[in-house]
């Protein structure tokens, strides 16, 4: 498709094990975001990256969070030895370098649920 | 802290009419606004966005007012129509090479009765 594709949509998951989240961006975008949304709060952002590199990983709320991107395309987030307060839905978007942040197209997100 | 403020969770207004979604924020640093509308079990989509050397952009049914004096900014939509029922959310950016990281407020839930 043409879109921001994320996988899976949702993801059910015990306490304690490690999960991957994969996000497709759109052909061509090299700028590649991730945000997350917590119950109740606003969309809070995680990581940036640039190509296959990450200049900001402020985002990051532990150090059980990782990010990767391999061949400036697809990205995966994993959360190692996951807490009940990381459910939350996580959300990717993708832009071109050097466009306004209304460029930015979001995935529609995957939803986890750690128990 | 929140740096962008929606201060009203939830806003109901009749077909029609006009409505005003407002939004706050503390870093005159932001240059750049957005708004984002989202459905359930979707992604935010974007609406509209308006610059920090602006005090206007109107797009169709949407138009963006910014206040920079008051650090506030707001979205009107007229008239209103129930497919615009959706979650809005705010949105700022401030420059920092090509990073563009939004910073968000959290959304005020718009219904529009028919």
């Known amino acids: 498709g043409a879109g921001v594709s994320q996988s899976p949509s949702n993801k059910v998951t015990e306490k304690g094990k490690d999960v991957e989240l994969r996000c497709d961006p759109i052909?061509?975008?090299?700028?590649l975001y991730w945000y997350r949304q917590s119950l109740g709060q606003g969309l809070e952002f995680l990581i940036y990256?640039?190509?296959?590199?990450?200049?900001?990983k402020s985002g990051l709320p532990s150090d059980r969070f990782s990010a990767e991107r391999t061949g400036g395309s697809v990205s995966t987030l994993t959360i190692q030895r996951t807490q009940q307060e990381d459910s939350a839905v996580y959300l990717c978007?993708?832009?071109?370098?050097?466009?306004?942040?209304?460029?930015?197209?979001f995935g529609q997100g995957t939803r986890l649920t750690v128990v | 802290d929140q740096q962008v403020k929606q201060n009203s969770p939830s806003l109901s207004v009749q077909e029609g009419r006009i409505s005003i979604l407002n939004c706050d924020y503390t870093?005159?640093?932001?240059?750049?606004f957005l708004w984002y509308k989202k459905y359930p079990a979707e992604g935010p989509t974007f609406l509209i966005s308006?610059?920090?050397i602006k005090d206007k952009n109107e797009d169709g049914r949407f138009t963006v007012f910014l206040n920079k004096s008051a650090k506030h900014l707001s979205l009107h939509i007229v008239p209103s129509q129930p497919g615009d029922s959706a979650v809005y959310f705010c949105?700022?950016?401030?420059?920092?090479?090509?990073?563009?990281?939004?910073?968000w407020g959290l959304g005020t839930s718009l219904a529009v009765n028919p």
């Open positions: 978007a993708s832009s071109f370098p050097n466009t306004a942040p209304a460029e930015a197209f």
């Open positions: 052909s061509g975008h090299t700028a």
């Open positions: 990256f640039q190509g296959n590199s990450a200049p900001d």
């Open positions: 870093n005159s640093m932001f240059d750049y």
């Open positions: 308006i610059s920090s």
């Open positions: 949105a700022a950016s401030k420059m920092a090479g090509n990073n563009r990281k939004l910073i």
